[in-house]
């Protein structure tokens, strides 16, 4: 009796038979199972070796360390032969050849069909291109290798990081929407008598006809599909049931012109726009705007490892020692010493030899680099510029050497515009300068001198280009030098001369990483030292060891992120590869990645725009600006800033306009006299609101002449104790002060007056504050309270979900809170009464720094208000002792590589991110 049943052996579908004799007997048969866990092999990692089930060859190809591995199914492993398919013209013959131009299968039969032959005007009738099927097949594999392996280890790894952005808008897009029409209808109601016949059409038709939901949703689609069309793809190369040449050549004939590794997804985003002049057609002025490509940077994707980890070395013949490296893909390299330039593999076979390149040392060393074609462009004998093709055949002059002065020393190719970066020597002023050259080798730019006139370089030896358009150079005159960096646009940014700043640095060999961290060896201590990308020393990346001996020539290899490290050590031609970067730890689960198709929800819900941590950095320490004595009032309890030159200061019932020399503007008669917190805030109107002698929420015109009740105290035991206007929504947040319970709330009201939130209690029903004295609100909207009788900065969301409660470094230490703000860059700053210093702390909560403390000019901080154009922070003195000082300080300056980074390129086309990026279309 027979029983048959399918099992998968050694990466096949075949048939097994158990055999049940009568004694029961069996034929056992082997499986072959995962090197990695217990599941069945379908792949073969020839690399390895190993096998490999599907859950770990995706792994495999993923992970930065085996990402460059040969993964094969294991059907090729062992050359399984397929079965032969029977021609459908001719019964009696199977299909053994393939015709080329025409892209089929065929017979001996069909082969000598007329439709396989051509004629031709000089050459007659001849016969199509017939080649052996099994070697078509295997070509067309061969041919694909590459865009499978970008698919495998790329496309479909980072794909599903932007699909959970697509869902982030359309999740928010209830609140952009809230947000616009709150705006809409405020400025409607100022012009109430010229729109009321529009304004019911306008509610019940504009924000109906949206499609912006529709669009988060198709696009959505859109990516799903796209990422199911490259598994299939995937799929149908690896074939993982039955392989059939013909099915194999078929399917990619029609499916490969619909197959793109890259889909463009558009950010959504809204404009609107209102003009009073012309009030009908503004108010249906809000679009749906397509802001770029999502772009999901590397900091989101790549961090740095504990320590750079050795991953192989090889010995290059035909060089003495490894002066400089250029990268042509992840197993192919060139590497020179004096005047020889070798390609070679990962195993150190050599591949090929330039015979005409330069060999005159003392004009710069790195002499070559590959572009985008895999073609190298190398300094020869005569100074000329070349270009060898990728099939290493033809040698072209690039640039051509015309001023005899001038010697180029070391060449860069820029992936991001194609340009080519060239470092000069001058032999007669002993001076050096970079030019820039376009794809037509037409000069572009030259880079000689810093602002004041000064010779930025005495004699470049290697150069290459930050993800931020920053050109770098090591810059040595064999004694000493310096790294010389520069934007863009060619204003220097910094030189950077070793730790501590001002040591000797010998530079040589240097690059960049995905990062945007500047790696550069340096022959006097005989390391790799890695800066950040503004010239901060950050560590010793490398130093000299058995393998590497003295680091001098770099290369980073931006597909693997590996670092290929040259010795200098004269006759040591060794090459050290490591890997000192490796993927987020929650991205190198695919189960996790893969988890946005199914619909879990992921944090954040900021929009995928440029932040001011883009923009803005901290700087240390902070500078005093300037000072002023605010008359009329003894102790500054409160600012607020109306424009950049002009504030409101209080105490007690004086409540002051003044401007920044101090010079009284204005005084507010009725302000309360018995509240010693924020009682005051400004609108964008520049409208001062604040509480009156009578609890009640008072609005003072921007003219100063006409002041109105905005709300009236109603609840005779809960009395407003500070106020602020969001600049996000326009609402109103109100602290509350209970003088029975003793205990406090937050209130919400919209710009119309009416009461649309409260926040009083957590989720456990526990009341969150005891006396609310200063309010303000975060760039992400949360609510943060400086809750004096509790000792503590109590923050909310939004919603009204408390966040944390900060109670001083370390926490429970005990926090006398006053003035309280934010910045542009979402720190809060709180002025603390026991150590009379103005705290910092993250949004989250997490204590960052004293950033002031008590001084002579200041006194004890005691009021806070924060400049949002000029970025300057406003300090109010609280010493009891006549001091109504206000001091201004700066804490926060713009980012160094904004200036050029940030405009639009040559060809029009805006930058949306200032990291370095990856760009998914």
């Known amino acids: 009796m027979k029983s048959r049943k399918t099992k998968y052996i050694c990466g096949c579908d075949i048939e097994t038979y158990t055999l049940h004799t009568m004694e029961t007997a069996s034929t056992p048969c082997k499986v072959h199972q995962c090197s990695k866990c217990p599941g069945d092999t379908e792949y073969y990692c020839v690399s390895c070796p190993c096998d490999l089930c599907p859950q770990c060859k995706d792994n495999h190809v993923k992970d930065l360390q085996t990402i460059d591995h040969d993964v094969v199914s294991h059907r090729d492993k062992i050359n399984y032969i397929p079965t032969q398919e029977i021609c459908v013209r001719h019964l009696s013959h199977v299909y053994i050849k393939y015709c080329e131009p025409c892209q089929v299968p065929v017979c001996n039969s069909c082969s000598e069909d007329e439709s396989h032959r051509f004629r031709s005007f000089l050459f007659g009738q001849g016969q199509h291109k017939i080649m052996d099927i099994q070697v078509a097949n295997k070509t067309k594999r061969q041919q694909h290798r590459g865009t499978i392996h970008t698919i495998r280890s790329e496309a479909l790894f980072y794909r599903p990081v932007v699909l959970p952005r697509i869902k982030t808008d359309f999740k928010t897009c209830r609140t952009e929407f809230s947000l616009y029409q709150s705006e809409l209808l405020t400025k409607a109601q100022i012009l109430k008598r010229l729109i009321d016949y529009i304004q019911k059409d ?3 038709n504009v924000f109906c006809d949206f499609d912006f939901k529709h669009r988060c949703l198709k696009q959505q689609k859109e990516m799903i599909i796209h990422i199911v069309s490259l598994q299939r793809y995937v799929y149908i190369y690896e074939q993982r049931r039955v392989i059939r040449p013909l099915q194999f050549l078929s399917s990619i004939k029609t499916a490969l012109p619909q197959i793109h590794p890259t889909l463009h997804t558009s950010q959504l985003s809204m404009t609107e726009s209102l003009n009073k002049e012309d009030v009908m057609e503004s108010l249906s002025a809000i679009q749906i705007t397509e802001r770029g490509n999502r772009r999901v940077g590397n900091q989101c994707l790549l961090k740095l490892t504990s320590g750079a980890e050795f991953h192989q070395s090889l010995t290059v013949p035909g060089v003495d020692c490894c002066l400089h490296i250029s990268c042509v893909t992840s197993d192919r390299v060139w590497v020179s010493d004096w005047d020889n330039f070798m390609l070679t593999d990962t195993t150190g076979v050599p591949l090929h030899r330039v015979e005409d390149s330069c060999s005159d040392l003392y004009d710069g060393n790195g002499l070559h680099t590959v572009n985008s074609e895999s073609e190298l462009i190398y300094i020869d004998r005569n100074y000329n510029i070349n270009k060898l093709s990728k099939d290493m055949k033809t040698t072209t002059t690039f640039i051509e050497r015309t001023d005899s002065t001038w010697r180029p020393g070391c060449v860069y190719w820029s992936p991001s515009t194609g340009d080519l970066l060239v470092a000069m020597y001058n032999y007669d002023t002993k001076t050096g300068k970079v030019t820039r050259y376009n794809q037509s080798g037409q000069l572009t730019q030259p880079i000689q001198n810093d602002n004041t006139g000064r010779e930025l370089y005495e004699n ?22 310096a790294v010389v960096v520069t934007d863009r646009g060619g204003r220097h940014r910094f030189s950077y001369t070793g730790p501590p700043s001002g040591s000797v640095l010998q530079p040589w060999g240097i690059c960049t990483d995905a990062l945007s961290h500047i790696l550069v060896c340096d022959g006097k201590t005989k390391t790799v030292q890695m800066l950040d990308k503004d010239g901060q020393f950050l560590s010793h990346l490398l130093t000299a060891s058995q393998e590497m001996c003295e680091p001098l020539g770099l290369s980073y290899d931006v597909n693997t992120h590996r670092l290929w490290v040259g010795s200098g050590s004269w006759y040591n031609n060794k090459v050290c590869v490591y890997r000192y970067i490796t993927r987020q730890d929650a991205l190198t689960d ?13 944090p954040g819900t900021e929009k995928p725009q440029q ?37 409101w200061v209080r105490y007690r019932n004086n409540l002051i306009l003044t401007d920044t020399t101090g010079v009284p503007l204005h005084r507010v008669e009725d302000s309360c006299r018995d509240l010693y917190g924020g009682l005051h805030t400004v609108n964008s109107e520049s409208e001062l609101i604040y509480i009156d002698r009578n609890y009640n929420t008072n609005k003072l015109s921007k003219d100063m002449k006409t002041t109105t009740t905005f709300m009236k105290r109603t609840d005779s035991p809960w009395d407003p104790r500070c106020v602020y206007w969001s600049p996000s929504t326009g609402d109103l947040l109100v602290g509350m002060y209970n003088y029975r319970t003793r205990t406090g709330k937050v209130t919400r009201y919209n710009q119309s007056g009416q009461l649309t939130q409260t926040i009083q209690h957590d989720n456990t029903g526990r009341g969150l ?35 944390f409660s900060y109670t001083g470094p370390p926490s429970g230490s005990g926090l006398q809170p006053c003035g309280i703000c934010t910045d542009a860059l979402s720190h809060i700053l709180v002025c603390d009464g026991k150590t009379k210093t103005v705290q910092m702390l993250n949004k989250d909560g997490q204590f960052l720094l004293h950033l002031l403390t008590e001084s002579q000019e200041m006194g004890e901080p005691r009021s806070l208000s924060y400049d949002v154009n000029t970025h300057h922070l406003l300090v109010g003195s609280g010493s009891w002792c006549d001091n109504n000082t206000v001091v201004i300080y700066r804490y926060i300056t713009r980012q160094d590589a904004l200036t050029d980074e940030q405009r639009p390129r040559p060809d029009g086309e805006a930058m949306f991110s200032s990291a370095p990026a990856v760009e998914w279309r």
Do not use: W
């Open 769 to 803: 504050y005891s006396g609310p004295r200063y309010i303000t609100e975060n760039n992400n909207g949360d609510v943060v309270v400086s809750d004096s009788r509790s000792g503590a900065v109590v923050v909310t969301e939004r919603g009204g979900r408390h966040r």
């Open 460 to 481: 470049p030896r290697y150069i290459t280009e930050n993800n931020n358009g920053d050109v770098v150079v090591s810059d040595n005159n064999y004694v000493f030098g």
């Open 590 to 602: 695919q189960s996790r990645v893969m988890e946005s198709l199914s619909g879990i929800p992921t």
């Open 611 to 647: 932040g001011n941590q883009c923009l803005l950095k901290l700087m240390s320490p902070p500078k005093l600006l300037h000072s002023l004595t605010v008359t009329s009032v003894h102790v500054c309890l409160h600012i607020s800033c109306v424009t950049s030159d002009r504030v």
């Open 202 to 204: 306008f509610m019940c």
